[in-house]
């Protein structure tokens, strides 16, 4: 076990009250397991991403990382957001060095490295231009590299292709998949849709409406690695089925 989340609770205090985001959750996760998070907005989804990450602390509760408890800001993690935080006056390859740059890390060794990341999701010819200069799905290509540049242990993705159109999100997710194969690392990856939570993952947190809590844990028994096909299988629908199912039974989704 990597990451143990244990009886924890998040309650921010506002002009209007306390309002209690999280309820008790625990969760273990394993050392190099890609875990997916659904549920609707407002769950807490993105505020147990970043009790993980030390950023936001928890209410009540433990968390541990490996051999470390976290009580603040853990600085051995990537994390990509929704939105690519990619510093405009920076070309695309000074971009992903900026995390060889903050932890003073071999800056030859490391820029070898990402010109690789780069290769990797057809970036090897923009690496001298300037993020407005790219697309939307290549701006986040290059987070993705910057993320990965110093081979974290843990993950953190918080809906990073929520912006994108169809296409270009099921291209990234081919992207993830393959640098997951390469350097294996623990993901925790949020997202809204089933069908992407299901094609990435061993296993999917289904969430209940706020205050948030795990409705259920689905393990996902299909074989890697996964092509797009996969997701016309039976198997791969019924989980999706199974997964909405709970979305149902809560009243999160209704049909009428």
């Known amino acids: 076990m990597f990451i143990k989340i244990e009886d924890v609770t998040k309650t921010y205090s506002t002009r209007n009250g306390p309002i209690r985001a999280l309820n008790t959750v625990d969760l273990d996760i394993n050392k190099n397991e890609f875990i997916s998070i659904v549920g609707p907005s407002g769950c807490g989804k993105s505020t147990l991403m970043m009790m993980l990450s030390g950023l936001v602390p928890h209410s009540t509760g433990a968390i541990r990382i490996g051999d470390k408890a976290v009580n603040g800001p853990y600085t051995d993690v990537g994390i990509v957001f929704q939105q690519d935080t990619l510093l405009e006056w920076r070309t695309i390859l000074r971009n992903v060095l900026i995390q060889a740059e903050m932890r003073k890390l071999d800056m030859a060794k490391y820029t070898a490295r990402a010109r690789h990341l780069l290769e990797l999701v057809g970036l090897k010819d923009f690496e001298n231009m300037y993020p407005h200069e790219l697309s939307g799905g290549m701006r986040q290509r290059a987070s993705i590299c910057r993320a990965l540049l110093h081979s974290p242990p843990l993950l953190l993705m918080d ?98």
């Open 159 to 256: 809906e990073p292709f929520g912006a994108l159109d169809a296409l270009t999100r099921d291209q990234l997710n081919i992207d993830l998949m393959r640098f997951w194969r390469e350097s294996p690392t623990t993901v925790l990856f949020i997202t809204h849709s089933v069908s992407e939570a299901v094609f990435l993952s061993d296993r999917v947190v289904i969430m209940s409406a706020r205050p948030g809590r795990i409705e259920e844990v689905v393990d996902i028994d299909l074989p890697r690695p996964r092509k797009l096909a996969i997701r016309e299988t039976p198997q791969f629908l019924a989980y999706s089925r199974r997964i909405s199912r709970v979305f149902e039974s809560t009243g999160i989704l209704r049909e009428e």
